[in-house]
């Protein structure tokens, strides 16, 4: 067994305190069947197994599935693997069918692989969601069988994945405009099980179609909370929102990158952090809610009483509750608003204009930054 392969059959990484196995995506196992079903049509025979060098230097021997053959085409398929950071896509088949041209090379996207509609993805509209690693490890490996077998007229290619648009309800596709199916992607071939690497990129290029269709001030929410109280603000519909789930760091990092303006829109429970200064929202960074709570409420005039049943809460609600002395819960929000507004400015070097909304599931609306109503009405009058 040569050097890759024991590379691809033991290629695991650390993620905190866990080994965890890698696998490979579906513009690996796109470039995999194609190639396999190149060999095929010019030699009347499928492979057992295929190789392929992914991207990042890594070979893989991957299992040959669905073979079949007609007159100049061929077909077969390559399974996703999703190693131990399994997504909507793992156990999924991707097929590609290929069939002898005149000359060239032509990739398109069949049956359950998305086509691009809006603007700021790797592909233009019109496109199939093939990326262009994708694409151009399957050009790489039929310009190396056309070699190896003498072989010197064309390929037309038609990738598919028969529960692609089953999956793609799953995944963030019809938000970034893509319909009808999954995405081929991969840039290093290799799925590394880094989940919040790949969640990162999702809200970046999420940011990227907003920017693109020229929306100067982006309406941002962690999640679904954030989605719900954002649809009772007048103006904002539902595909106006961009989620960052914890990474409100990094959004805003995109957001100067960009050019864009930013409003967070957030249940009070993420939201606090960041009037601490934290960027990371995750509980497993760091949860410093009560302490940020009960320090605002101790200067917002909370006796030593209330603070301490502040820090003995679990939920900020519960600690909400413990607020609503005449003016004290309004005059701790309106301190915490002034810290996430504080600290959003510190992260983007005040290069963009930045508000924030805090709301609660129990009390409504708790606070709003001084920009916040502006950008708001900004961005619902275009």
Same mark, same amino acid.
């Given at each position: ?35 396999? *079903? ?6 009347? &025979? ?27 085409? %061929? ?12 997504? $909507? ?51 790489? /490996? ?13 390929? /037309? ?10 999956? $793609? ?17 991969? =840039? ?6 880094? /989940? ?9 290029? &999420? ?24 649809? *009772? ?22 957001? +100067? ?8 829109? /957030? ?15 995750? *509980? ?7 302490? +940020? ?8 005039? %909370? ?44 992260? =983007? ?34």
């Amino acid at each position: 067994m040569d050097r890759g392969t024991e590379e691809a059959d033991g290629n695991y990484i650390q993620v905190g305190t866990r080994r965890m196995r890698c696998g490979h995506t579906t513009g690996t196992c796109a470039a995999a069947a194609t190639k396999a *079903s190149a060999i095929a049509v010019l030699s009347g &025979e499928f492979p057992e197994t295929v190789e392929i060098l992914t991207p990042k230097g890594i070979l893989l021997h991957l299992p040959v599935e669905s073979p079949s053959m007609g007159d100049g085409k %061929a077909s077969c398929a390559v399974r996703k693997d999703g190693g131990d950071d399994q997504d $909507a896509t793992h156990g999924t088949l991707v097929f590609s069918e290929v069939t002898l041209t005149d000359s060239g090379i032509a990739i398109d996207g069949g049956k359950g692989v998305g086509r691009v509609t809006r603007k700021g993805l790797d592909q233009p509209p019109g496109n199939a969601a093939i990326n262009k690693v994708p694409r151009s490890m399957m050009r790489e /490996s039929l310009e190396d069988i056309a070699l190896s077998f003498g072989y010197k007229g064309g390929f /037309s290619v038609i990738v598919s994945v028969p529960e692609g648009e089953e999956i $793609a309800s799953k995944t963030f596709n019809p938000r970034l405009g893509i319909v009808d199916g999954i995405s081929i992607l991969g =840039t290093s071939g290799i799925v590394e099980p880094m /989940s919040e690497r790949a969640l990162i990129a999702s809200i970046h290029k &999420e940011m990227d179609v907003h920017a693109a269709a020229g929306e100067k001030v982006l309406i941002v929410v962690p999640g679904n909370y954030g989605k719900e109280f954002s649809d *009772s603000i007048p103006g904002i519909d539902d595909g106006m929102c961009v989620k960052c789930s914890n990474f409100v760091g990094e959004m805003l990092d995109h957001a +100067v990158a960009l050019g864009t303006d930013v409003v967070l829109i /957030s249940n009070i429970g993420k939201i606090v952090k960041v009037a601490g200064g934290i960027m990371n929202t995750h *509980s497993r960074n760091a949860d410093c809610r009560m302490e +940020v709570i009960a320090a605002n409420a101790a200067l917002s005039g %909370a006796d030593i009483e209330t603070v301490k049943k502040v820090l003995g809460c679990i939920s900020t609600d519960d600690a909400l509750s413990f607020l609503t002395e005449p003016g004290l819960m309004e005059r701790t929000c309106a301190l915490l608003m002034e810290k996430i507004q504080f600290y959003m400015n510190h992260r =983007t070097g005040r290069k963009i204009r930045t508000g924030a909304v805090m709301f609660s599931s129990v009390y409504g609306l708790l606070g709003k930054t001084e920009l916040a109503d502006q950008l708001i009405e900004e961005a619902t009058s275009r």
